[in-house]
């Protein structure tokens, strides 16, 4: 997950921003911010992945803010003047976001966002990744049996646990643990489409309106919230007209 901080002087700005980030399933929203100085307070006590800040605020302005960071996390800018732009890209921006923008322009520079945090990551040593990407320990009565993530088919939410479908197997793994924990371990070919389903967008076998199929005619329904990022998903495979 990528921890996200908002920042925007505008109270609907600033609750858009936040919507949207909500909407994404690798971003969290760390904190919200009215102002570049609340903004730097929260960075003195906590850590943020990357921030998205509007430029145009009083007392400090959201580019002399990223400036007098010493250590700035990732930053996409927002601002209704395209002259900026330019100014923004010079402090290494991520993305510029010129108001009002929708979904998708926000979708473009999340994913980026994503593609720069993982240009940045140490590669582990290769024996090591091996068993820590591809399996994982879940805790089920009273034993710990070993997943391989590659055979989750997918994952449903049940009150305070989940069941942890697999392939092969007629009975789920049930376990007592988060949505978010979850989500946040599994790797990038799984996806969260609903508040109670995470799939393994590799097991998809036909998406049908509000719904996508997995194997063994199991249907599965996609979120209002979710249905956005999904379908710029499916746009990124889909081959026709």
Known sequence: MIRCLAIDDEPLALQQLVAYIRKVPFLELAAQCSSALEARAFLERDTADAIFCDINMPDLNGMDFVKSLAVPPLVVFTTAYSEYAVEGFRVNAVDYLLKPFGLQDFLRAANRLRERLESKAPVADASASNTQDDTLFLKTDYRIVKVNIPD??????????????????????????????????????????????????????????????????????????????????????????
């Open 152 to 241: 989750i088919r997918y994952v449903e939410a049940m009150s305070e646990y989940l069941k942890v479908w697999t392939e092969g197997e007629a009975k789920p793994i049930i376990t007592l643990l988060s949505m978010k924990k979850m989500e946040e371990r599994l790797p990038d070919y799984f996806m969260r489409i609903h508040r109670s389903y995470i799939v393994n967008l590799t097991k998809i076998q036909e998406v049908n309106k509000n719904r996508v199929i997995m194997a063994a005619d199991t249907a599965l329904p996609i979120g209002d919230l979710y249905r956005e990022t999904f379908q710029t998903y499916l746009n990124t495979k889909f081959l026709g007209k």
